[in-house]
């Protein structure tokens, strides 16, 4: 089945700064590709999503940009605020009638003042 | 969107009991999803479960542990049976809207087994 890496598993950035957490996966089939923001004690949220006609997709100061060639997908949040540390979960969801979600093992992001 | 509402949010129990999940949406949607999450590490799909059938289960998780029903398209139970202590963990169903893809997960059931 579909495996995702996800990299850095720990990153921490000023306020204001720039965040980029980096996604690869193997299926070439995989068409949807979202990114999930868990707080704690709380459920994920689909913050960003991107589909594979894309290459690039923006709301606020979340990009998503996607490279099908290498396989390889990632999100920059820019603009940083405290109110962004939490655990982000890139996934990718492999083509076909059974919907499956396969999840990164996450990245915990501290934004400090 | 949907809105998945999930009970009981937190609960502990003795090894060897079970345990029931229910997972309630806000409108009708054709499949659900459970999830298991340790603490602070990945989401894992259990099972996929849609109306009027049996469950599909992902490897390593089996129908004699965690039987899922699914009567209608607005419920779904998950039961954690024999609970051992490495089954605590966060419990999420899910599930997407449409076409979409868009995945929406409950509030979470956070169990714990002594």
């Not at chain 1, 204001?16 to 949220?45: L, R, V």
């Not at chain 1, 290498?70 to 949040?77: G, P």
């Amino acid at each position: 089945g579909e495996q995702v890496e996800q990299l850095p598993s720990i990153l921490r950035v000023q306020e204001g700064s720039s965040a980029s957490i980096n996604c690869s996966y193997e299926d070439s089939a995989s068409n949807y590709f979202p990114w999930y923001k868990q707080e704690p004690g709380e459920n994920p949220k689909l913050i960003i999503d991107i589909r594979s006609n894309m290459e690039r997709k923006q709301i606020q100061e979340l990009i998503v940009l996607l490279d099908k060639k290498a396989k390889r997908f990632s999100l920059h949040i820019t603009d940083t605020q405290p109110g962004d540390s939490a655990m982000y979960f890139c996934a990718a969801h492999s083509g076909g009638s059974n919907y499956k979600l396969t999840f990164g093992k996450g990245t915990l992001l501290t934004v400090t003042p | 969107s949907v809105l998945l509402y999930q009970k009981p949010n937190r609960d502990i129990c003795q090894s060897g009991t079970s345990l029931k999940i229910q997972c309630v949406a806000d409108s009708q949607v054709v499949s659900m999803f459970w999830y298991q999450q340790f603490q602070e590490q990945s989401l894992m799909l259990m099972a996929t479960a849609n109306e009027g059938s049996e469950a599909t289960y992902e490897s390593g998780f089996t129908k004699d542990k965690f039987p899922i029903s699914r009567p209608n398209l607005t419920f779904s139970t998950l039961t954690v049976n024999n609970a051992r202590p490495g089954d605590s963990s966060i419990y999420f169903c899910s599930s997407k809207v449409g076409n979409t893809g868009q995945l929406y997960f409950g509030e979470g059931s956070k169990l714990t087994v002594l």
